[in-house]
């Protein structure tokens, strides 16, 4: 295994995971296109399902099915976070809907989903 393989094995997949959290919060705080933060919600949406996935594996462990040779549960790896952020993917797609839905609706309105333009316009009504 290559020194990449032995950090994003150990801890390194845990930093990365950070990053995007990181990567999305900023965005979310520094973009003005409402468009933009939408998508940094989903990348935000994202580093939290691949947390919970990565910390439901564990090395050296098999799928939950009845075998002969396996008789532990420390050998199997638990599927509960993996269910869990299923339900996550699908909530995710609906509220990423909604929120191009309501963007819509947005453009419709005012002309545009930038936030300078959409208060100003506010401000005109």
Sequence with gaps: ?????TFLAGTGVY???????ALGLYGIIVCKNY?????????MQVAVIFFFLCFGQKNGG?????????????????LIPHGLMLTAIVVSLGTTGVGLALLTRIRE???SIEE???????KNI
Excluded at 15 to 21: K, Q
Excluded at 35 to 43: H, W, Y
Excluded at 63 to 77: C, E, L, N, R, T
């Design 1 to 5: 295994m290559t020194w990449i393989e």
């Design 15 to 21: 930093y990365l995971t950070l990053l995007l959290l």
């Design 35 to 43: 468009m933009k933060k939408l998508i940094c919600m989903n990348i």
């Design 62 to 78: 098999t799928i939950p099915v009845a075998m002969s040779d396996v008789i532990f549960a420390k050998d199997y790896h638990n």
């Design 109 to 111: 309105k005012y002309g």
């Design 116 to 122: 300078a333009d959409i208060i100003e316009g506010e």
